[in-house]
């Protein structure tokens, strides 16, 4: 079992700025990726960012330029987001892709409003 543990979530003005973590443990030695999705009420969970371990990364299209996705060597994950729009709020879900299987965390509110 992976656990992941989300912080930095809140509100937000637009174009300010905001940085989401996320922290592995557990079962992590085949982890090969970790990302953050969302969700908005009424809409289906969306991908927004994903690394791998190697540093390589994915962006929607709707974030990319705004949202960087970093990792550290102890398997924490963040998502640094610059000009939010309210149209970026959502409950944020951090995800872990192992050779096992996915795991998911608790998801944290992220609002962007003035």
């Known amino acids: 079992q992976v656990q992941l543990v989300e912080s930095g979530g809140g509100l937000v003005q637009p174009g300010g700025s905001l940085r989401l973590s996320c922290a592995a443990s557990g079962s992590i030695f085949s982890l090969y990726a970790m990302g953050w999705y969302r969700q908005a009420p009424g809409k289906q969970r969306e991908l927004v960012a994903t690394?791998?371990?190697?540093?390589?990364t994915n962006y929607a299209d709707s974030v990319r330029g705004r949202f960087t996705i970093s990792n550290n060597a102890e398997n924490t994950v963040y998502l640094q987001m610059n000009s939010p729009k309210p149209e970026d709020t959502a409950v944020y879900y951090c995800?872990?892709?192992?050779?096992?299987?996915?795991?998911w965390g608790q998801g944290i509110q992220v609002t962007v409003s003035s």
């Open positions: 995800n872990a892709q192992t050779l096992v299987g996915q795991y």
């Open positions: 690394i791998t371990t190697g540093g390589s």
